[in-house]
C-alpha cells in the first residue's frame, strides 16, 4: 500500500490507494472518481503526485513488453520500472538511448515529470516516446501518437491527462558502454568542455573546495576515451560512490569495464539503494550557453548550500520540442542537488532558486524548488498551449490536485 513518497518527506493524503489488475477495472475507477491521481514508483519530491481523492498505481496491470523491430520501438506497460524493461529489450538486441540515474523509478512516472539522463545529444527521457495509451477523465482509453497536434503536450504531462497506461518508446541497436571516474577538475570554467567529452557525462562538487571532485565519463565503446590527466584531472583509483562516506557497491561499475548500455548508463543498480535513501533533491535547468553563469552564481552562495548538501551533479541535455520539458526548445545544463533530509533545506532552496532565477531557471518538476508559479509559467513558452489542452481534456478537474490548481488556476 503506498501511503508516502520514496523520500518520506510526502505523506499522500489520498483517501484511497488503488491497484487495478485490468484496464477496465482502471477505466470504471477514473470514471467513477470525482478526484484521481497517478503514482508510479513515488520517487518524486514534492506533491506532484498527491490527491486528497483517490490514487492509483498501474503496476499491477499485466506486464507489458512488445518489441517492434521493425518499426525501431517497444510498447511497455506504464507502471513497469525501466529495470524491468532492459533486460528484454537488451536479449533483442536493442537499447534506450538513454536512461535517468537509476533504474528504480516507472516508466510513465519518469516520462511524465521530465526525468533525465545526460549528454549533449540525449533528450529528457519522455523525448523519446512516440505513444501513449491514457484513460482520460471519462473512463475512455485512448491513443495520443507522435505527430497528432495534442502529442508534444500529452507525455511531459504531470499527470493531467490522465493515467497513462502503456508507453511506446524508441529504440536503438544495443550498444555498450564503458565508465571511468576522473578526480580534481579544479578549474570551473571547464565544466563545459567536461560534458561534451563523453557519451554522457556528470560533474560532482560539494561547493566545499575547488572545483568538481569527481567527473563521471560514460564513454560508448568505438568512441575515443579521454586520456588519464585530461583536464588536469586524475583516475580513480577505485570505485566510487558521488556522495561522501557512501558504499560504492551501490554504484554501476566504473574503471572502465565493458559493459551493455543499461549497466553503465544509470549511476545506481536496481539491486541497491539509488543515491543515500535519506535525502531531499533539488534540480533547476538553465540554457546550455549560461553553464559558466549558473556555476558562478551558484559559487556565490556556496557558504549557504555547502552545509546541508550531500552532493551537486551537473548534466548537459539536448532540446526537444515537447512543450512542458526541462529542455524544452533549448540545449540545456542541469544543476542537481541532493540535500540532507533536513528542514534546514527550505531556506537553503529559495537561495538557490534566488541565485537561478534571473539567468532563466526551469524547475524540475518533481523536485524542490519555490519559484513562484507565474515565473514556472513564463518559462515555458508554450506552458498556455499544454493549459489550454488540460482544460479540454479535464474540465472537470478530475486529475488536478493542489499542485496543478497552484500552477493552472
Ligand atoms: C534517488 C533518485 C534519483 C533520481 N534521479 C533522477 C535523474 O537522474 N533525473 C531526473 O530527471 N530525475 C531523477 N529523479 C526524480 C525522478 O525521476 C522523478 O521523480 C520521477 O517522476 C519518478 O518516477 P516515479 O514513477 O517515481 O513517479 P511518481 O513520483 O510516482 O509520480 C510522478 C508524477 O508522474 C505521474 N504519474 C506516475 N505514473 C503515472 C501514470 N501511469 N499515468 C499518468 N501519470 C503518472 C504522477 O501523477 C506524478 O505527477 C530521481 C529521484 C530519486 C529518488
Avoid at 484496464?23 to 484521481?36: D, F, M, T
Avoid at 506497460?77 to 532492459?86: K, P, Q
Avoid at 481534456?393 to 493552472?408: S, V
Wanted: aromatic share 8%; with cysteine.
Amino acid at each position: 500500500m503506498v501511503t508516502s513518497n520514496w523520500a518520506g518527506n510526502v505523506r499522500y493524503s489520498a483517501r484511497a490507494v488503488h491497484h487495478p489488475r485490468s484496464i477496465a477495472e482502471l477505466q470504471e475507477l477514473v470514471a467513477g472518481s470525482e478526484r484521481v491521481r497517478a503514482v508510479g514508483t513515488g520517487h518524486s519530491f514534492n506533491r506532484i503526485a498527491d490527491t486528497e481523492g483517490d490514487l492509483v498505481s498501474v503496476a499491477g496491470l499485466p506486464a507489458r513488453i512488445e518489441i517492434d523491430e521493425a518499426q525501431g520501438c517497444v510498447t511497455v506497460g506504464a507502471g513497469m520500472r525501466f529495470g524491468e524493461v532492459v533486460g528484454p529489450l537488451d536479449a533483442a538486441g536493442l537499447a534506450l538511448a538513454n536512461m535517468g540515474s537509476l533504474p528504480h523509478i516507472s516508466v510513465a512516472g519518469a516520462c511524465s515529470t521530465g526525468t533525465h539522463g545526460s549528454g549533449d545529444a540525449n533528450r529528457v527521457l519522455g523525448a523519446y516516446a512516440r505513444a501513449i495509451e491514457v484513460v482520460g477523465a471519462d473512463g475512455a482509453l485512448r491513443t495520443v501518437r507522435r505527430g497528432e497536434p495534442d502529442f508534444p503536450g500529452s507525455v511531459i504531462a504531470l499527470g493531467a491527462l490522465g493515467v497513462v497506461t502503456a508507453v511506446t518508446l524508441d529504440v536503438v541497436p544495443a550498444f555498450g558502454v564503458r565508465q571511468w571516474v576522473h578526480e580534481g577538475l579544479t578549474d570551473l570554467d571547464a565544466v563545459d568542455a567536461a560534458l561534451s567529452a563523453a557519451y554522457s557525462v556528470s560533474a560532482f562538487t560539494h561547493w566545499a573546495g575547488a572545483g568538481f571532485e569527481q567527473v563521471w565519463l560514460k564513454v560508448r565503446d568505438g568512441d575515443p576515451v579521454p586520456e588519464p590527466g585530461w583536464l588536469g584531472t586524475t583516475p580513480a583509483d577505485g570505485p566510487r560512490h558521488m556522495v561522501r562516506g557512501v558504499d560504492p557497491r551501490h554504484c554501476t561499475p566504473q574503471r572502465g569495464e565493458p559493459g551493455p548500455w543499461h549497466a553503465r548508463l544509470p549511476h545506481f543498480r536496481l539491486e541497491f539503494t539509488p543515491s543515500t535513501g535519506d535525502e531531499l533533491q533539488s534540480e533547476w535547468f538553465l540554457p546550455r550557453e549560461l553553464a559558466g553563469a549558473g556555476l558562478r552564481a551558484l559559487d556565490a552562495v556556496r557558504e549557504t548550500i555547502a552545509p546541508v548538501l550531500q552532493v551537486c551533479e551537473v548534466r548537459s541535455i539536448a532540446a526537444d520540442d515537447t512543450w512542458l520539458s526541462p529542455a524544452a526548445g533549448r540545449d540545456t545544463v542541469a544543476f542537481h542537488f541532493t540535500w540532507d533530509d533536513s528542514p534546514a533545506v527550505e531556506p537553503v532552496v529559495a537561495a538557490v532558486d534566488a541565485a537561478l532565477e534571473p539567468l532563466g531557471a526551469r524547475p524540475h518538476w518533481a523536485k524542490l524548488s519555490a519559484l513562484a508559479p507565474a515565473v514556472v509559467r513564463e518559462r515555458w513558452p508554450e506552458f498556455g498551449r499544454w493549459a489550454e489542452l488540460v482544460g479540454r481534456h479535464d474540465p472537470a478537474g478530475t486529475f488536478r490536485n493542489a499542485y496543478l490548481a497552484a500552477l493552472l488556476d
